[in-house]
């Protein structure tokens, strides 16, 4: 089985431009989280959806938002990039909301110039 | 509102010794801890997890973590390491009833030396 797949791997943007970053969950899982993993530091937590509605936000701004489709992939925007947008940004698939186990993907590596 | 301290940014080791990666956190409510490695330009891989029950957790590659309650940590051990075990681990704290948000510690890197 293909674990949780994250698309593209890297990607080089503009500041002010918007970005779209792609998750396919683990099949059966239904609880899909983003986070940003800024060099040198831990992971930060910026949402979780499951069942296609937002059940948590991180202290991110407005500029982020996410959706998640019926086939439980999901997608993370970023509008008005800033440099300090520049990170690896993760996913977590999840078989459901109170699951204790999330299995994370490879990853999109932004790069804001 | 729970954080995560990991007490060491860099452990360097030498091949076969035995480490020890610290991990304090703090919460007002009742926690799951976890342990994740990250190889290089990878994601996360989950090494153990306390849930509930025995406070010693035994996970992948011969890890292990013990739980104490009332010093609020959560520390990984290993008895000999191997120059593949050289990584970022990253220690997290999930809050029961919060759905599985993780809130992760700043990583250590583990150096393993021959």
């Known amino acids: 089985d293909a674990g949780v797949t994250q698309s593209p791997t890297h990607l080089i943007k503009t500041r002010g431009q918007q970005v779209t970053l792609r998750c396919s969950p683990i099949s059966g899982h239904k609880s899909v989280s983003w986070y940003q993993q800024v060099l040198g530091q831990g992971p930060q937590f910026i949402f979780q959806y499951y069942e296609k509605e937002e059940r948590g936000r991180g202290n991110f701004p407005d500029r982020f938002s996410a959706r998640q489709f019926p086939n439980y992939s999901s997608e993370l925007n970023v509008n008005a990039l800033l440099l300090g947008d520049s990170a690896l940004y993760l996913c977590a698939s999840s078989l459901n909301l109170g699951s204790t186990e999330a299995f994370f993907g490879q990853g999109t590596r932004l790069t804001v110039v | ?114």
């Open chain 2, 1 to 114: 509102a729970q954080s995560v301290t990991q007490l060491d940014s860099q452990v360097p080791v030498f091949e076969e010794a035995p480490v020890e990666l610290r991990c304090n956190y703090s919460s007002s409510v009742s926690v799951y801890l976890f342990w994740y490695v990250q190889y290089p330009n990878q994601g996360l891989q989950l090494l153990l997890k306390y849930l509930s029950g025995s406070t010693l957790v035994k996970g992948i590659n011969g890890f292990e973590a013990e739980f104490n309650k009332s010093q609020t940590s959560f520390h990984l051990r290993k008895p000999s390491v191997h120059i593949s075990d050289t990584a970022e681990y990253f220690c997290a704290v999930s809050g029961v009833e919060q759905g599985g948000k993780l809130i992760f510690g700043q990583g250590t890197e583990l150096s393993v030396k021959p």
